[in-house]
């Protein structure tokens, strides 16, 4: 019994030991405010396309306050896309 509970106390010590490290892989980056998360352009594009047919949608139903709200969120992801993206090169947009 006194054997077993030598084992398991260095186990647990060993473990301690190797979890306790400060260790940082290589090209790793925590997230943290010095790193915001920043939307692609084609996520905010997306995103407002899903919430235009959430408009037409709540228009069919009549529900008055989805619509004002998603009109709302179309235009705060307008503005964030506006702020985020700006001077991007139309000579490197290809059109297909």
């Known amino acids: 019994m006194k054997r077993i509970s030598i084992v ?27 790193d915001p998360f ?14 235009h047919f959430k408009i037409w949608y709540a228009g069919k139903l009549g529900n008055w306050e989805l619509a004002s709200y998603e009109l709302g969120q179309i235009k705060d992801s307008f503005s ?6 700006q001077n991007i090169p139309i000579e490197n947009v290809t059109v297909i």
Do not use: F, H, K
């Open 80 to 85: 964030n896309a506006a702020r985020l993206y």
């Open 38 to 51: 920043v939307p692609s352009l084609g996520d905010i594009m997306s995103a407002t396309q899903l919430r």
């Open 8 to 34: 398991s106390l260095s186990l647990t010590a060993s473990i301690m030991a190797v979890l306790a490290e400060d260790t940082v892989p290589y090209g790793y980056r925590p997230w943290g405010p010095a």
